[in-house]
Every structure is written in structure tokens, then in C-alpha cells.
């Protein structure tokens, strides 16, 4: 490293000048999301600068997606038994990992949707470990979202794997209004995280969900091995998603997958991320999801909800737990945050 | 479930009497519900909600995020 390179990574000084006064200027004012280049040069600021990023990324989120925060909930309906290898996943059928098949039934999919409505939430995602859905879980899918639909004020997501185009378009019939369906990672490190099958799979999925006119949910975890650089990249790759909401996981290493040996990542290094694929999509809904109670704790929880972060699900996860639901509603009572009314559009 | 016995780790299903547990413990306080049966180490049937868990061992039947929380 010459002297001038170090002295630009420690300020944050890149070729165009300061890169948090370059977004400043590009993302704040312009609303132009930052480059591959400026996203890493983002990850790459020193500790001593996250209060500013977070701080930019906030300001952010007020100025192109507003102070309301989108709340969710989430329910496996089927658990375990995947025939996908993704690593850091313990419901993989490949792995030896503690979880074990388990279906919901529909009277208690539409009891957790209930739940999930008390919290204030406007939407609720079905969620099945599966490479992609079969006739039975789409039979499934059918009569539960017509249950919560009937029963529920809410807005019903679905996370099914991979869809044809026929599925595709039964769910959008069927009045799903959110389809989410994870990249995960930098498509230059996926083939380290999934060998089952490929980024491009998932890619044209999001589009066949696309243009059927469901809302696209994609994002993936953080901490995977990947370097700044295909963070950087992934950060972009979902900018040109061009995604509603975009969940941020953070990596949970589970017994049995092949990450177990991989470490929780630390809150600062997360936060940073946070700042910085904010300033990648201004305007998407960035969710807090899996992984940031180990990660970042109570206090990192409000400093990313003051770092960019305009969503997160509340309650428990599909096979973790999360804080209670309770605590995330006053955190947000506390900032001062209203949450989401149904049929908003932020 | 009835007896409370924990001679088994709900994290690991190591034996709660041999080796460190701590980040077991740490795990099942934060993010995890139990999933080895801490009478016999069997791998339970876990399904986890929103606002709670269930887990179920084929031998000693089920127990709730509400009846844990009640002991």
C-alpha cells in the first residue's frame, strides 16, 4: 500500500473526493444511488467515520422513503427437508443439522398471521424450505392465503423457492402482494454459499415476479465469507434489481450447515453495510431481518434503524427467535417512528 | 411434556452434565428454540410462529414457548 492509498482509506478520501460529501451531494440531494466503487469505498471507511455514514444514511431514508416504518412477520410453513445445499441454511435435507420436517397447518397460518396483524404489521410472508413449490404446497398456498385474506387485514408475501411462469402467475391471481426470493450474496461468491443451483435461477424468478406485478423482495446475508468487494458488487446487483424491499440478514452460524465454523458478524462492520447499501437504494424498503439480535444487540438495533433502515420483522423467524414484538414497537414509540398503515406507500 | 429433567443440552444434545454448554445456554437465551429433547437427546419436531414455538419428542411429547416461560 503506497502512502497516498493509505491516507485515503483511512479519511475515506477516494479519486472523487470524500465519499461520504460525494453521496451527500449524488444520493441525498439527487437521489442517484452510489456505484460499485462508491459502495466500497463506503465499506471501506475507518470505524471513526460510521457515525457519519449511518448518520448520511439516515437522512437518506427521511428524505426519499420518509420517517414510516414497514413491519412484518414471518412463518415457515414448511420446515426443513430442502434438497438445496444453500451453507448457511439449517433446513437444508444435505446437512446434519438439528431441524426436523415440520408442516403447518392452516388454522394455525392464519392464526399467526392474526398475531402478526396485532403488531401494527402490514405484511405477512409465508415462507416453505423448498427448491420450489409442488402441487401440494401450492395447494397449500390456495387455501391459506384465501383463510388470511378472508380473516385478516393484511397483506400476504410469499417466499416459495424458485416458480415457473405458470406459478408465477397463480400467485399473483391469487392476490399475493409481495414475493420475496433472496440472491444472498454477490454473484461472483454465490457458487461458495449455493451449488444446487444458480444466481441466474434466482435472477430470472425475480423477474418472472416482476413483471406479473407482484412486489419484489430480495436481498440476502451478510457475513458469508464474501469480501468488501462482492459486497460492494451485491449491494449494486440489487440496485439493479430495482427491488421493493430489500431484507438484510446477518449471518447466524447453525450447527450442522457447512458456515457453522464462520463467525457472528461484528455489529460495527454490519452497521457499516447498512449505511452503505442505503446510499446503494435510497429509495427501497431496507428491512432489518435474521440474524441482528446476535449481531448488533438492543443498542445496534436502534443504531440501524437510525443508519438507513426503514422495515424489519418483528417476532420470531422461520426457525430462530427474535426479540419479542413488544420490544421492537417501543424501540420504534421510542425514536419517534410511526409504523406503516396498511395501503401506504413509502 | 411434564418432568423437567435436563439431562441433556436443548441446544446441542450433548449430555448438560459433561463439556462447556455456555454458548449453548447463550444461543437458546437469544435466538434459539430448544431443539433436542433434554430428557432423551431425541431430535424434536420444532415449529416456530411469530410469537412463539412448539417442540415435540416422539417419547415425551410437546412443550411451548408458553409453558416454559410459565415454570
Given at each position: 500500500m503506497t502512502a497516498s492509498t493509505g491516507t485515503a482509506r483511512q479519511t475515506g478520501q477516494g479519486t472523487g473526493g470524500d465519499i461520504l460529501a460525494v453521496a451527500r451531494e449524488q444520493v441525498l440531494e439527487r437521489g442517484e444511488g452510489l456505484s460499485e466503487a462508491q459502495v466500497l469505498e463506503v465499506l471501506r471507511l475507518?470505524?471513526?467515520r460510521l457515525t457519519e455514514a449511518l448518520a448520511l444514511a439516515h437522512e437518506v431514508r427521511m428524505r426519499w422513503c420518509g420517517p414510516d416504518v414497514e413491519v412484518e412477520g414471518i412463518v415457515s410453513l414448511k420446515t426443513g427437508g430442502c434438497p438445496e445445499d444453500c451453507h448457511f441454511c439449517s433446513q437444508s435435507g444435505l446437512f446434519d443439522s438439528p431441524v426436523r420436517a415440520a408442516w403447518l397447518d392452516k388454522d394455525r397460518l392464519v392464526e399467526a398471521a392474526k398475531q402478526t396483524a396485532k403488531t401494527g404489521a402490514t405484511e405477512f410472508c409465508i415462507v416453505a424450505a423448498v427448491r420450489g413449490p409442488d402441487e401440494k404446497l401450492m395447494e397449500q398456498i390456495r387455501a391459506g392465503v384465501a383463510a388470511i385474506r378472508a380473516e385478516v387485514d393484511i397483506n400476504v408475501a410469499c417466499s416459495l423457492g424458485m416458480l415457473t411462469q405458470a406459478q408465477v402467475d397463480e400467485l399473483a391471481a391469487m392476490g399475493v402482494h409481495r414475493y420475496n426470493h433472496n440472491l444472498e450474496t454477490a454473484r461472483s461468491h454465490f457458487p461458495e454459499v449455493v451449488t444446487t443451483h444458480t444466481w441466474e435461477e434466482r435472477w430470472e424468478t425475480l423477474q418472472m415476479v416482476r413483471a406479473a406485478g407482484m412486489e419484489v423482495c430480495c436481498g440476502g446475508i451478510v457475513g458469508m465469507g464474501e469480501t468488501l468487494e462482492q459486497r460492494a458488487e451485491f449491494a449494486v446487483q440489487l440496485a439493479e434489481l430495482e427491488p421493493d424491499e430489500v431484507p438484510m440478514n446477518f449471518l447466524?452460524?447453525?450447527?450442522?450447515?457447512?458456515?457453522?465454523?464462520?463467525?457472528?458478524?461484528q455489529g460495527p462492520d454490519a452497521l457499516m453495510t447498512i449505511a452503505a447499501f442505503r446510499l446503494a437504494m435510497p429509495r427501497t424498503v431496507l428491512r432489518f431481518a435474521g440474524g441482528r439480535e446476535l449481531t448488533l444487540g438492543d443498542l445496534g438495533a436502534e443504531q440501524g434503524m437510525l443508519g438507513g433502515v426503514n422495515a424489519i420483522i418483528v417476532g420470531n423467524y422461520l426457525t430462530n427467535l427474535g426479540r419479542p414484538a413488544e420490544q421492537d414497537l417501543e424501540m420504534l414509540d421510542s425514536l419517534k417512528m410511526p409504523i406503516k398503515a396498511l395501503n401506504d406507500t413509502l | 411434556m411434564t418432568a423437567t429433567v435436563s439431562t441433556y443440552c436443548s441446544f446441542c444434545g450433548g449430555e448438560a452434565a459433561t463439556g462447556d454448554h455456555d454458548r449453548c445456554r447463550a444461543r437458546l437465551s437469544l435466538i434459539d428454540p430448544p431443539r433436542y429433547c433434554p430428557e432423551c437427546a431425541r431430535r424434536m419436531v420444532v415449529q416456530v410462529d411469530p410469537m412463539g414455538w412448539t417442540a415435540r419428542c416422539s417419547r415425551h411429547g410437546e412443550t411451548t414457548s408458553a409453558s416454559r416461560a410459565q415454570r
Open positions: 475507518p470505524g471513526e447466524i452460524p447453525n450447527p450442522g450447515t457447512p458456515f457453522a465454523h464462520l463467525d457472528v458478524p | -
